[in-house]
């Protein structure tokens, strides 16, 4: 609102003829409510996807979260590289939140590869980590529930290289979209962000401007 | 004369070369990331080559999981990242290659138990030249104290 006042200030010094003013008051109106630099990337709000956390527990996706803004990341646990650099950040961003006493964020890791990351897997994920689930949770869901989410929100997970084990198991790795996300309370997507590579500090700053 | 120079050089190829190779060769800064049993870590360290001529690194060996394999992680547009099995790791003249998250790492696939902070992994190191090095891998969620 303050750009919308600063040019109006500008237009009474100029003493403009105020239909034009009157003009100009929605527009600027418009301009800064849609955020120039926060655009709704995708709303999600009408979207109920239902995934399962880290403790078997049902959840509807992003409905159950409703009036919390969501930090959001993206893996699969095959992936020991990239991957936990995404995780590490996400525990950095809640170490950060707690730090600045802002309550109202829920972090969710989203496995894209749901046929091996059951429940059980996330737990374990989570536990050799000593990760803090108190408003972080890990969801897995059937493949197509995922693999719909994943399309919705703009991850792209391609199948490449697998290892086979020597009693035949196989397991495969991807080619994925190295992402964190930043929902508001209602539910759309606000901003993009590198996972493995996200500024701590921005994202902050971001989830205060959303609050 | 000749010939015989040859054959000495040779000999001493086979019983002083490699000696001095392998002392050429270290590694620094090792560490592997905690994961649960079946899972997969990734080790890291630094190979440094105070040699003068170029070396691979070509095999890692551990019994801590049921496959151990190179692998580089690459980016390709659009923010993407994934990652490939590679045959060997170059390790050029007088210097130092650095595997590191995002970047070069050793798979240890399907892990035979889990391993956590308190625990150590060993891992057996082939190289093209040098002799094999043996290390012991402390386990670090080292991320945790360097946020970047
Ligand atoms: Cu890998």
């Known amino acids: 609102m303050d750009f919308a006042r600063k040019i109006l200030k500008i237009m009474f010094n100029l003493k403009l003829n105020k239909y034009f003013i009157l003009l100009t008051i929605p527009t600027t109106i418009i301009i800064n409510s849609c955020g120039k630099n926060f655009p709704v990337i995708e709303d999600l709000s009408k979207d109920k996807f239902l995934l399962v956390n880290q403790d078997s527990n049902a959840v509807i996706f992003p409905e159950n979260f409703k009036n919390k803004i969501i930090v959001i990341g993206y893996i699969f646990t095959n992936c020991p590289d990239i991957c936990p650099l995404t995780t590490n950040n996400m525990r950095l961003i809640q170490e950060k939140l707690s730090k600045e006493m802002i309550s109202d964020v829920q972090l969710i890791s989203i496995s894209f590869d749901p046929l091996q990351d059951s429940p059980a897997v996330l737990k374990d994920y989570a536990t050799i980590r000593n990760l803090n689930l108190k408003n972080w949770d890990f969801l897995t869901g059937e493949k197509s529930t995922i693999d719909s989410l994943t399309k919705k929100v703009g991850v792209v997970v391609i199948k490449s290289d697998s290892t086979m084990f020597d009693d035949g198991r196989k397991i495969y790795y991807y080619v994925h979209t190295d992402r964190i996300q930043l929902i508001d309370k209602e539910g759309r997507i606000r901003k993009n962000y590198i996972g493995s590579k996200i500024n701590i500090d921005e994202i902050i700053n971001d989830i205060k401007k959303l609050e | ?148």
């Not at chain 2, 270290?26 to 649960?36: E, F, G, L, N, V």
């Not at chain 2, 580089?72 to 490939?84: A, I, L, W």
């Open chain 2, 1 to 148: 004369m000749f010939k015989k120079i040859l054959i000495v050089a040779f000999i001493l190829e086979l019983t002083f070369v490699n000696k001095i190779f392998s002392q050429s060769i270290t590694i620094k800064d090792s560490w592997a990331r905690p994961a649960s049993k079946g899972r997969n870590s990734a080790a890291y360290f630094t190979i440094i080559n105070k040699n003068s001529f170029g070396d691979s690194l070509v095999q890692a060996i551990s019994n801590i999981a049921e496959k151990v394999e190179i692998h580089e992680t690459f980016k390709t547009e659009n923010d993407m990242m994934g990652m490939r099995a590679i045959k060997f790791i170059s390790i050029p003249a007088n210097s130092e290659v650095k595997l590191k998250p995002g970047g070069l790492h050793i798979m240890l696939i399907g892990l035979k138990k889990n391993i956590t902070e308190k625990d150590s992994v060993n891992l057996k190191l082939k190289f093209k030249r040098a002799k094999e090095i043996d290390i012991k891998i402390p386990v670090k969620d080292i991320m945790k104290k360097m946020p970047h």
